[in-house]
């Protein structure tokens, strides 16, 4: 009777034990621009603002169980939950004056991931509360990745999503100048893994055509179709839903080849 009692009582240290360390969920922080944000948050979203739609938005339905496996060097635990803090209009310099780099760095625990993609409204030398010269840029992209280790957290630098623009030939080019290789070059001298969305997005936008990701994926609507927008929409920098799910597809597909190297 005792040994079986002695049995019992090791069997729940035992379970107790196994429990208490199972890997809490780590936090993926989203910081950048409306290519990143979630629409969802906003209040009344369906009536006001859809069908635009943030590839972070969609971004959970990737970091399922079997999905982090493949990233298992990147995430570190066997669920992940979505932290999208990013913010239409915001440059790398307006998301840190505004104190919302703070509020994430508060956050910020061991292991979490922080992925960086901001250069749309950088690049806007007509509106100056958001402008920021390219080396500027690089002093912003490289302090948000030293915050970030300073609490071991794992940076990401993603280069700016592309524009349904500039198109030559039947391919799709740059729009956003020297930002993305200022993305690069921060990545390379702080050794930080790099999606290089830029180049992604426009490979895969060509290989479905201009006509295609015009209708399909950027907010380009017809007039009449949806409650947001009665006189249609000509926008060729959002997403529409199918577009910001293949854009997150893109980041994902990039994190597991990161993982692979490292």
């Not at 360390?21 to 209040?43: Q, R």
């Not at 990147?74 to 919302?100: C, M």
């Not at 994902?252 to 692979?260: A, D, P, Q, T, V």
């Amino acid at each position: 009777m005792k040994n079986r009692l002695l049995f019992a009582s090791l069997s729940l240290v035992a379970f107790s034990f196994s429990f208490t360390i199972k890997p809490a969920p780590v936090k993926v922080f989203l910081i950048g621009d409306s290519t990143v944000a979630d629409y969802s948050l906003e209040s009344n979203y369906k009536q006001k603002k859809y069908p635009i739609t943030g590839w972070g938005q969609v971004f959970q339905r990737f970091l399922v169980r079997d999905s982090l496996k493949k990233v298992n060097h990147l995430i570190k635990s066997d669920s992940a939950i979505v932290v999208d803090k990013a913010v239409g209009g915001r440059s790398t310099r307006s998301f840190f004056e505004e104190g919302r780099w703070k509020d994430v760095f508060q956050s910020l625990e061991k292991n979490d991931l922080v992925l960086i993609q901001f250069g749309h409204n950088d690049a806007a030398k007509d509106k100056p509360e958001r402008y920021t010269p390219v080396e500027a840029y690089k002093d912003f992209l490289r302090m948000y990745v030293n915050e970030t280790r300073k609490k071991k957290a794992v940076p990401v630098l993603i280069t700016p999503v592309s524009r349904n623009y500039p198109w030559k030939d039947g391919k799709l080019g740059n729009a956003h100048g020297d930002y993305p290789q200022a993305v690069r070059d921060v990545a390379a001298e702080l050794k930080v893994p790099l999606v290089d969305l830029t180049i992604r997005s426009a490979e895969y936008f060509t290989s479905k055509g201009k006509d295609f990701v015009s209708a399909k994926y950027f907010m380009n609507l017809d007039s009449g179709r949806y409650e947001a927008y009665p006189k249609g929409q000509k926008d060729n920098t959002h997403f529409q839903p199918a577009g910001a799910a293949e854009v997150a597809r893109l980041v994902f597909n990039e994190l597991k080849r990161i993982n692979i190297r490292k």
